[in-house]
């Protein structure tokens, strides 16, 4: 029986490049890892001491900047909030007062809303000038005279060649 370089490449050579392509990665993972830790470890003991405490102090100040941002938004949100609820709780009270004297509170309601909605909207809304109706006021579905071009009609039941 005679073993030859072909003959091992067709039957093993699936395994062999598997096998190549695992070696190759484990490699590469190895030489990454590697430089970067002797490299972190020589790099932390030959920097000066005031370099990073001025590094630390930077950090820092900039997290109590951010903190304070932060704060100032939180305290914003929370005032604006409160307003929001004490108008709330204003309109309860006048739809409370118009419904007891007798009058539409629902109305009421729906107009502060809207003022309300109007002083936070910064935009302007145009009302549609020339607004026609979709379809004509006799239009009926069901009758099946207004339907345009399009007739669907059913086709015919049974067999299509007789006979």
């Not at 370089?5 to 067709?10: A, D, E, I």
């Amino acid at each position: 029986m005679k073993f030859g370089v072909s003959t091992f490449l067709s039957e093993y050579g699936w395994y062999l490049l598997v096998l190549c392509g695992g070696a190759y990665f484990l490699i590469q993972h190895l030489n990454k890892n590697r430089p970067s830790q002797d490299h972190s470890s020589s790099a932390a003991t030959s920097q000066d001491p005031t370099s990073v405490v001025r590094r630390q102090e930077a950090l820092e100040a900039a997290r109590q900047r951010m903190q304070a941002e932060l704060d100032a938004k939180a305290a914003e949100f929370k005032e604006k909030q409160q307003r929001m609820e004490e108008e709330k709780r204003r309109q309860k009270i006048e739809m409370w007062e118009s419904m007891k004297e007798g009058k539409s509170y629902k109305g009421n309601a729906k107009l502060a809303q809207s003022n309300e909605e109007a002083a936070t909207s910064t935009t302007v809304l145009k009302p549609k000038a020339d607004k026609k109706p979709l379809r004509s006021s006799g239009y009926n579905p069901l009758s099946g005279d207004g339907g345009g071009t399009c007739a669907w009609r059913p086709g015919r039941r049974g067999p299509s060649a007789g006979g």
